[in-house]
């Protein structure tokens, strides 16, 4: 019996039902079998060699040495020196290492460390980033429980977890983490919270009974999985699996099997990497061989040209530039709330097209509230969110006040008494210690005015009968200062039904109206909400302790609860973003088929009404679950092997998958994921360490701020490219004109290096730090194939080529036959070149719109701040005595400035109008299509 302020001690109040002692001291086991679900316990025990006092200390040492110690095994991880070496195996890591190698072969030493600096600088963020990626296998490993109650040699004693072998007898209270796969063999109110491994946000019944062999996880009621907590009630299981054999272990072997998808981006640039490699070495060895035997240059000197050709060619300053975009929007991300731990994963968000978001904890709470409740002839909506006191009770709309309705006061009151869990307010959250529905009840209760001080002072408990899966009910004996008794029952409402004979009304009570409660039911349980019901009993001033029999018959009836774990405000506002943005967002959850419907629906899901659940998906083989993901959107009953073979079928059909969750069950689908998205609060540290992403606000509605920072990132990038590749054409085309007009360079390839270098680091690199253009969330995702050399760059890199060679080689020759020396008509190409880099510089910034505006042209700090730097070290290039030596440059004359700013300036105006061009004839098709 409990009384009120007292603790019953832990005990099982019957000997477990264990067969007689196993007289075999070497038993030899089969392989585990993955259905001990679904056999007697008294089998299992048998087949286990459980005994009635336990096993030995010797038995158990033999099984330890055949099962192994109750742990994960360790992952293999590459070497530190390894993963090193591994960052350098990019192809335009090699193209930027043989630049360095060229430039060192040139003699400029400090211009080959600079180029080296940047490869190692890129190597070790990568390596710190990556360092992280291969810890989630050791979270797994640390969520098993570190001490077990156990029986050994007839004495019930604690051990460590790990020392833990099939056939142990471990007992269970609440506040355990289960520390095995146990097969339970007695219970008394036993409830597990199970969302980690599941994904059920409500703690899970469990009892004795077995269940078919091809029950889901999820339903799996007579066992215990290891990592799972005791929410409630006390139980015996026999150790049914341990270690790798347990289902966290399961999910432990899936991690090590899954190999981490490369990026879009990152297999973009490979191809690039390729393509330009191959084009650079092959117009440089043309060049060589047309100047040797066409124009009789020596091999020493072509030699010489080629290599600067290369050099003119190479964009040195992309991997530098590409990594510091990424980390740029690794910050603005950061300020978002989302925290990214691997920096590609940054520019692979902008090419998301689907999103599978598990559904508790991450599109909704993961805590549970009272959605409605019907008391009398009423329905009554009540608002708020989450375990907080701050909300209403609304009646058709306006507000109910609770202290004149005695009904809803009675049944406010009921729900409270009734409950043994109780709030806590710390940090401006409010969580619940104890059962996450009784959480929900209390703070119903508080909301109707309940004041938990007063009510625990008013009526003192003096007994009660706790929730249990065979009864499902839970009943409490109340007495106030005047000694009126009452008893309040809430529990399983098919149940309570059966037990009321008569209900309150308004006015009174009345019989009990069967078929108009069972439709209350009934439409509660359609909008997805657990139903609740809550009856009592007046009982005699002398009643001090609680029987079944006082409760099985007589009871009236106060009115049912509706409970449900709601999506956040702020996730609903996020879903319908990201599919104006045309990504597809599909719900992957443990929970049951009725309750992932109606969350869905209220989420606005696309197509909320269509559901596969875990065992439809078992019926279906890779190509016809590939055939039908495109129409679902809903995933209910869903394993952690489920979710990732969903994942694995949405990118068989060339989709990018942003995966989000934060349970143990996620973990595995998160790796697999292009983008695995974790919560930061209440997500494990198996779904973080798993993860590329983490939501430090648990907030599903950052996803859709982190998809449009990824998209301004591959944006920004694009721009940088669109940058550096025209420019680099025009200096390699001013090298292949000379040579086939037979005149001198216009650029040395020191002056060709000195320029991609100040520019690289100043034009290109303030274009990274662009914000998002205003359509970066109306447009769809980007094919995942779209290459890098797309047709528009192409042509982009024709034109301005062109542009810069007319202009700057028209300047040199317009010097040389005005009598300038060649050392001063290349001083004037090389500022025309810069200038002209500065003009298209500005136009980069919009893609597609027009820069001739305010905004266009003056509106980014750091593009003018490179702007006013990259001029101040031309004229430092130009006057500085020490550069004149080391650049071989000449003064120049205020005319020549004139000159070449602007003819560089027309780069501006023609591309300016390209732009036009294009939107206009974009404009024409659309309408003649249309």
């Known amino acids: 019996m409990l009384r009120c302020g007292k603790k019953t001690p832990i005990c099982l109040t019957r000997p477990l039902p ?28 048998e087949q286990l060699g459980a005994k009635l006092h336990g096993l030995s200390t010797d038995e158990a040492d033999r099984r330890r040495a055949r099962h192994g110690p109750n742990e994960l095994p360790p992952p293999r991880v590459r070497a530190p020196f390894l993963r090193f070496l ?42 710190v980033q990556e360092g992280k990626a291969e810890s989630a296998l050791n979270s797994i490993r640390r969520m098993l429980s570190p001490q077990a109650l156990t029986l050994r040699d007839g004495h019930r004693i604690p051990i460590a977890a790990r020392d833990l072998v099939p056939g142990d007898i471990v007992f269970l209270s609440s506040g355990d983490k289960v520390p095995a796969d146990l097969r339970l063999v007695q219970t008394k109110g036993l409830r597990l919270q199970e969302a980690a491994l599941t994904g059920e946000s ?19 009621s007579c066992m215990a999985y290891a990592g799972t907590l005791v929410g409630a009630g006390v ?26 998808l490369t990026t879009p981006l990152m297999r973009q640039m490979a191809v690039f990497g390729r393509v330009l490699t191959f084009a650079i070495l092959a117009i440089a060895a043309g060049t060589f061989v047309f100047g040797v035997t066409l124009r009789d240059y020596g091999a020493d000197e072509m030699f010489l040209a080629a290599v600067g050709l290369s050099v003119a060619a190479i964009p040195e300053g992309l ?36 999103i599978c978001s598990d559904k508790t904890g991450t599109l909704t709470r993961n805590e549970m509230a009272v959605m409605g409740v019907a008391a009398g002839q009423n329905v009554f909506e009540v608002t708020g969110s989450g375990y907080s006191p701050e909300g209403e009770i609304r009646l058709a709309g306006r507000p109910a006040d609770a202290g004149r309705d005695p009904l809803l006061h009675a049944l406010a009151r009921g729900a409270f008494l009734c409950s043994d869990a109780s709030l806590r307010h710390a940090d401006g959250d409010w969580t619940v210690d104890g059962d996450p529905m009784e959480g929900a009840l209390i703070a119903f209760a508080r909301k109707a005015g309940i004041d938990p001080e007063a009510e625990n002072a008013a009526w003192a408990r003096m007994d009660v009968i706790p929730f249990d899966a065979e009864h499902r009910f839970m009943a409490t004996l109340h007495r106030n200062i005047e000694g009126t008794m009452l008893i309040h029952v809430k529990g399983a409402p098919e149940r309570i039904l059966e037990m009321c004979g008569r209900q309150c009304t308004e006015t009174g009570e009345a019989p009990l109206d069967q078929a108009y409660w069972q439709r209350e039911i009934t439409d509660t349980a359609r909008r997805g909400q657990r139903v609740l019901a809550l009856a009592v009993l007046a009982t005699r001033p002398d009643h001090t302790e609680l029987k079944f029999s006082d409760v099985a018959s007589g009871l009236t009836l106060l009115g049912l609860f509706g409970l449900a774990d709601p999506p956040r405000a702020e996730s609903i506002e996020a879903v319908a973003r990201c599919q104006s943005a045309g990504i597809r967002v599909k719900m992957i959850t443990g929970d049951h088929a009725g309750t992932a419907t109606a969350i869905a629906q209220q989420l606005g899901l696309a197509r909320p009404e269509a ?28 394993s952690p092997a489920h979710k990732l073979r969903l994942v694995q079928a949405l990118q068989a059909g060339r989709h990018i998958v942003a995966m989000t969750g934060d349970g143990v069950n996620d973990a595995p689908a998160l790796k697999r994921a292009n983008v695995g998205v974790a919560m930061g609060q209440k997500g494990t540290e198996a779904a973080k360490d798993a993860a590329e992403m983490v939501l430090a606000d648990d907030n599903f509605a950052s996803i859709a701020h982190a998809v449009e920072e990824g998209r301004t990132v591959y944006d920004n990038l694009k721009k940088a490219i669109t940058f550096i590749l025209p420019t680099n054409g025009g200096e390699a085309l001013m090298i292949v004109a000379a040579i086939a007009l037979g005149h001198a360079l216009p650029i040395t390839p020191v002056q060709i290096l000195w320029v991609n270098m100040i520019t690289a680091v100043t034009l290109a690199l303030a274009l990274a730090f662009e914000p998002a253009e205003h359509d970066v969330m109306a447009r769809p995702p980007r094919p995942p194939a779209e290459p890098i050399l797309s047709h528009f760059l192409i042509w982009r890199i024709a034109f301005v080529s062109t542009i810069m060679l007319a202009g700057t080689f028209g300047l040199f020759l317009w010097e040389i036959n005005h009598g300038a020396e060649v050392a001063a008509a290349r ?11 500065i003009f298209y510089a500005v136009s980069t910034r919009y893609l597609g719109a027009n820069t001739f505006t305010w905004q266009g042209l003056f509106g980014s700090r750091q593009l003018l701040l490179a702007a006013g730097l990259v001029i101040a070290l031309q004229i430092a290039f130009t006057y500085a005595g020490f550069m004149q030596v080391l650049f071989d440059t000449r003064p120049l004359p205020l005319a020549a400035w004139i000159r070449l700013v602007a003819i560089s300036s027309s780069v501006y105006v023609l591309v300016e109008l390209e732009k036009w061009a294009i939107r206009r004839w974009r404009d024409y098709r659309n309408t003649t299509l249309g």
């Open 86 to 127: 591994d960052q350098f195996h990019n192809v335009l890591i090699y193209v930027l290492i043989a630049a360095g190698a060229i430039t060192a072969a040139l003699g400029h030493a400090i211009d080959s460390a600079v180029i080296f600096g940047v490869v190692l600088i890129n190597a070790a963020i990568g390596f």
């Open 18 to 45: 264990l067969g007689p002692p196993d007289h075999r001291s070497k038993i030899e086991f089969m392989t585990l079998p993955s259905s001990w679900h679904a056999a007697r316990h008294d089998l299992v025990l």
């Open 611 to 638: 559901v596969l659940t875990g065992r439809q998906i078992d019926a279906l083989d890779d190509p016809e679950l590939r055939a039908r993901i495109g129409d679902v959107d809903v995933f209910a009953r869903a």
């Open 827 to 837: 001083t004037v190409a090389v500022n025309a070149l810069v200038m002209f880099e």
């Open 319 to 354: 991997p530098a530039i590409m990594t510091i975009a990424l980390a740029v929007g690794v910050e603005r991300m950061a300020r978002r709330n989302a925290i990214i731990r691997r920096l590609p994963a940054v520019e692979t968000l902008g090419a998301v097209s689907i």
């Open 235 to 260: 139980g015996a299981g026999v150790v049914a699996a341990t270690g790798a054999a347990t289902e966290i272990g399961h999910i432990s072997a899936m991690l090590t099997q899954i190999r981490p």
């Open 202 to 220: 409500l703690a899970v019944d469990k009892g004795i009974v077995p269940v078919s062999a091809d029950t889901p996880l999820a339903e799996r």
